[in-house]
């Protein structure tokens, strides 16, 4: 059986890594919707009768190195797809993907991804599937992707990064596209 790893990147404590305040006082935190998105995600996997495991239950920041560790323990027990899921910063809007450079299978599963997003966000841009050199991504043992959910620093964005309505269907697209690679890769479901 695959397991699927989630890595809820940043903890409360991590520096940075939060919207602007909008004028409406509304704050997005990304150590929150990271951990609410997965939990999410994890829900719906296991409604479907996927294995997952949550790599960081803590609310705290737990290093890169930690997450690895965690998730390569887990990987060479058994074949495992790493998904760590994030918000994203820097000016722009819409959904992107990375992998590491040269791997195959990554790239494979995150242009399913890319497909996908179109049905849970026909209105937003898929800025495209990437290679990044993250930790994450190069220190897994086993196939890694990192999302990036739309843009905690853009207003429109992050109006749907903090809608229950978004959550759900950030959470859905995730748990859609893993069940697809599933059944297209593994022959499971």
Request: charged share 30%; aromatic share 10%; proline share 3%.
């Amino acid at each position: 059986m695959v397991k699927i790893l989630l890595d809820n990147g940043h903890g409360y404590d991590t520096p940075g890594k939060r919207s602007p305040i909008w004028p409406d006082g509304s704050q997005l935190f990304e150590w929150e919707f990271n951990r609410d998105i997965v939990s999410r995600i994890e829900i719906l996997l296991k409604k479907a009768g996927i294995s997952c495991v949550r790599l960081v239950p803590e609310k705290e920041d737990i290093s890169l190195s930690e997450r690895c560790k965690r998730a390569n323990t887990i990987a060479k027990q058994s074949d495992c797809l790493l998904i760590s899921i994030h918000a994203n910063a820097g000016g722009g809007s819409g959904g992107e993907m990375f992998t590491y450079s040269g791997s195959h299978k990554s790239k494979s599963y995150a242009e399913i991804f890319r497909d996908l997003w179109k049905n849970h966000f026909p209105e937003l841009r898929f800025r495209g599937c990437k290679e990044e050199n993250f930790g994450i991504l190069r220190e897994s043992v086993c196939p890694a992707l990192l999302t990036e959910n739309l843009f905690m620093d853009n207003y429109e964005d992050c109006k749907i990064l903090l809608s229950e309505c978004g959550r759900e269907k950030i959470a859905r697209w995730h748990a859609e596209s893993i069940q697809t690679i599933l059944k297209r890769f593994y022959q499971l479901g």
